[in-house]
């Protein structure tokens, strides 16, 4: 039958077993350990939030746990930015203890320098300009060294009581940093490509005494500080259609016939096709101003354009975008040629390009600076209204975008019809206030706007 086999010791857990015996199994061996009645631990911690292990495993601070009497159990608290504590404990049998478990704070110190001196943050809190020497609790913080004009540094750190953590930090420009990040060259969104260029400081316009010089091309002294990309080619029909659909005209021929407002247009939309900040406020067909901080497409200004033609790419400045010889070099451009002869009021004897008017962009070999087609093609329109006031010629003018109005734009370059030394000189401009057929554009964009380096 079936027998009820109870062991009792004090301080030990009862055992309690049935055991059945038969005819077939009269005899039933039973050795027994009995153990010892369990002890109970629980804990107050502070600060909360920390990681609470016992004998290696995380437990909840709050619960209540049974362990095993007179065997010593490990107890760690640790919680970040202060020190851990470990507590080795052993229980009677069946005896309960609350365990206290109380963190001490754990600070470092950390020395900070930056050059030039530059406003120190951590956790958006100011600490200190150029140097800082600070103590602070041994958690995650975040520097940050800031100062207009240059790249923002941010740095994640946990200070140690053991030692003293040192920043020691360099600012470089933001346009230093964007030079370094940015490509020399890149294809946009529509397919045009651009190159960067890192301009210098030249002459704009021609002397009084110079053959072919017009009355209108002031001489003034220009410092271009501001990095910026340029097309390398001339925009054309295809590229320009993406933007005004009704828009016709041969694929790969610059896009002609259309005014500066259009031109500004196509600039604005394609700055928003690629989250850039629009270059242009423009109300209807007006202009009503324009964001100098802007990263966004732009029309080139003249005196950039100028400076490509004249600078870009060379030793010294030139009066022509091919050099400063006076005869049309082989492959110049796309000019009024020996075929113009009777479309045009002038033409150049003796050169012949291959076309009768407007050609394909990029037909000729690029120029000093990498462009294609200043020389001929399309004039282009450029950012600056148009004016006759003549420039203080005891000023220096930086990065100029001409005057902030007027009644028509500046047109740089030559173009198809060009046939005259005047007119292929690239201080040769024109102010216009409708569309010609002669008359397209490339875009331009600040590689960083808001601030600028030393001229070179």
């Not at 016992?54 to 709050?62: D, H, M, V, Y």
């Not at 030039?116 to 809190?125: F, K, L, Q």
């Not at 651009?194 to 002031?218: D, Y």
Request: with cysteine; charged share 25%; hydrophobic share 35%.
């Amino acid at each position: 039958g079936a027998h009820d086999i109870i062991l009792k010791k004090d301080g030990y857990e009862t055992v309690q077993e049935i055991i059945t015996l038969t005819n077939t199994n009269d005899s039933v061996d039973r050795a027994y350990k009995m153990k010892l009645v369990k002890s109970t631990l629980k804990f107050i911690v502070e600060p909360k939030g920390g990681q609470l292990l016992l004998n290696g495993q995380e437990i909840p601070p709050s619960g209540s746990y049974e362990v095993d009497s007179k065997t010593r159990h490990t107890v760690t608290y640790a919680l970040e930015g202060f020190y851990p504590l470990t507590r080795n404990i052993t229980l009677n049998e069946a005896e309960e203890k609350r365990i206290s478990l109380l963190l001490t704070p754990e600070f470092g110190k950390v020395d900070i320098s930056v050059f030039p001196p530059a406003e120190i943050y951590v956790d958006g809190t100011k600490v200190g300009k150029g140097i800082a020497n600070l103590t602070l609790s041994a958690v995650p913080h975040i520097v940050e060294f800031r100062k207009k004009g240059y790249r923002t540094i941010k740095k994640k750190f946990r200070p140690s009581s053991s030692h003293t953590t040192l920043f020691k930090e360099r600012l470089v420009t933001e346009l230093s940093a964007r030079m370094a990040e940015s490509p020399k060259e890149y294809k946009n969104s529509v397919g045009i490509e651009l190159k960067l260029f890192e301009p210098n400081s030249f002459k704009m316009g021609a002397p009084r005494h110079q053959q072919g010089q017009r009355a209108n091309e002031f001489e003034k002294n220009v410092i271009l500080k501001k990095a910026f990309y340029a097309s390398k080619r001339e925009i054309t029909n295809a590229q320009f259609k993406l933007y005004s659909e009704g828009h016709s005209g041969p694929a790969n021929q610059p896009v002609v016939s259309l005014t500066w407002v259009e031109a500004a247009g196509y600039c604005n939309w394609l700055s928003k096709r690629e989250d850039l900040l629009p270059f242009y406020n423009i109300v209807g067909s007006k202009l009503r101003a324009v964001n100098i901080n802007a990263d966004g497409y732009r029309l080139l200004t003249e005196a950039e354009w100028e400076w490509l033609a004249r600078k870009a790419g060379r030793k010294e400045q030139t009066l022509f975008p091919w050099g400063n010889d006076a005869i049309v070099p082989k492959k110049a451009g796309n000019i009024a040629d020996e075929s113009a002869n009777g479309l045009t009021r002038f033409y150049v004897p003796g050169y012949n390009d291959g076309f009768k008017k407007l050609a394909s962009v990029g037909e000729f070999p690029a120029e000093n600076s990498g462009l294609f087609d200043l020389t001929g093609n399309a004039s282009e329109w450029v950012n600056d209204f148009y004016s006759l006031t003549p420039p203080d010629q005891k000023k220096l003018y930086i990065d100029p975008l001409g005057p902030e109005f007027g009644e028509g734009h500046v047109v740089k370059g030559s173009s198809w019809r060009s046939g005259t030394r005047t007119q292929l000189r690239a201080s040769f401009r024109e102010g216009l206030s409708q569309k010609r057929s002669d008359v397209g554009f490339r875009i331009g964009r600040y590689l960083y706007a808001a601030e600028a380096i030393s001229a070179k």
